[in-house]
């Protein structure tokens, strides 16, 4: 079946532009994670959408950072008057459950210039 | 907070070698799991652990869920050319009514054919 998709696969933006990243999970997955991967680096948690619940937004790393989930499916990761230091690989998972295994996506490659 | 230390890592071996790569916490987990990512691709999961003591395979690839439930290590044997990558541990404290993964920084595997 189809895996979690995400768009753009890149991006190049430049410092002070607002830039939205799209995610597509498995179909039937509840629970729905954004990671952002800077170069060599492990998975940083940004963002836990999980059903109608309130999000955990705990990992945002400041207020230009938001993310939606509408409909319980498809999400956007917005990142707004975007810095250097925001380049990075944004990845998307989703998990039939909040305790599942985390299936990602291929990402999307951020660079702000 | 948590945290997963893994190592070695980075690893130069030949092909046809076995590799062995390890994860230990700080805290105590009740899920392991492996994955793999390689260059422009999200991270492909390889083995999840839930049990202490569980030890699971998935062809050439072992990974164990240690007894003290603070370590995990991942067994590669017969390696080949495409087992190139950076392999990453994840651990989660579900008990603790936690569904945040903490994953380590990564061991980059290079297979010499």
């Known amino acids: 079946g189809a895996g979690v998709s995400q768009s753009p696969s890149n991006k190049v933006t430049e410092k002070g532009k607002d830039v939205e990243l799209r995610c597509d999970p498995i179909?039937?997955?509840?629970?729905l994670y954004w990671y952002r991967q800077s170069l060599g680096q492990g998975l940083e948690f940004l963002i836990y959408f999980q059903g109608n619940s309130a999000p955990d937004k705990s990992g945002l790393p400041s207020d230009r950072f938001s993310a939606e989930r509408t409909g319980g499916s498809v999400s956007t990761l917005t990142i707004q008057r975007t810095q250097q230091e925001d380049s990075a690989v944004y990845l998307c998972?989703?998990?039939?459950?909040?305790?599942?295994?985390?299936?990602f996506g291929p990402g999307t490659r951020l660079t702000v210039t | 907070g948590q945290q997963l230390n893994q190592s070695p890592q980075s690893m130069f071996i030949q092909e046809g070698e076995d590799v062995s790569m390890n994860c230990t916490s700080s805290s105590i987990f009740n899920t392991w799991l492996w994955y793999k990512q390689e260059p422009g691709e999200g991270p492909v999961l390889l083995i999840a652990?839930?049990?202490?003591?569980e030890l699971t395979s998935n062809g050439r690839l072992t990974a164990q869920f240690g007894i003290t439930r603070k370590d995990s290590f991942l067994n590669i044997s017969a390696s080949i050319p495409s087992d190139v990558g950076i392999y990453f541990c994840a651990g989660r404290d579900s008990g603790a009514g936690s569904y945040q993964l903490t994953f380590g920084k990564g061991t980059k595997l290079s297979v010499i054919p």
């Open positions: 652990l839930y049990k202490a003591g």
């Open positions: 179909s039937g997955h509840t629970a």
């Open positions: 998972a989703s998990s039939p459950g909040a305790f599942s295994e985390q299936y």
